[in-house]
């Protein structure tokens, strides 16, 4: 299996910025996208971010013109940097995988543990 490590969160205060990572254990035979996500409390897990593996991106509205996601191929990590933070953007953040871990099996999502972050003054 592979564990996706996470790091970055905490207490930001309103209109301040966040700045998450994410990098896998080993390395995947192929990645079809990396992904972050985010859940708030009593709401479903929602998009933020994605990025494939030709680099196309894609943002929730929400996160457009205010986050960047990027991967750096040496260090295979994933960060999304978001700026102009409120409280609405509250929530545990989660980072996604969808890839194949070895040549021949199938497709499969892997989810990091999550990471709070909370906005507030």
């Known amino acids: 299996q592979v564990q996706l490590v996470e790091s970055g969160g905490g207490l930001v205060q309103p209109g301040g910025s966040l700045r998450l990572s994410c990098a896998p254990s080993?390395?995947?035979?192929?990645?079809?996208?990396r992904g972050w996500y985010r859940q708030a409390p009593g709401q479903p897990r929602e998009l933020v971010a994605q990025?494939?593996?030709?680099?196309?991106?894609e943002y929730a509205d929400f996160a457009k013109g205010r986050s960047i996601i990027t991967r750096d191929r040496a260090t295979d990590t994933m960060t999304l940097q978001m700026n102009n933070l409120t409280p609405e953007d509250t929530a545990v953040y989660y980072c996604?995988?969808?890839?194949?871990?070895?040549?021949?099996?199938?497709?499969?999502?892997?989810w990091g543990q999550g990471t709070q972050v909370s906005v507030s003054s």
């Open positions: 990025i494939l593996d030709d680099l196309r991106t």
């Open positions: 996604k995988i969808s890839g194949w871990l070895i040549r021949g099996t199938y497709l499969q999502d892997f």
């Open positions: 080993k390395s995947f035979f192929s990645v079809a996208s």
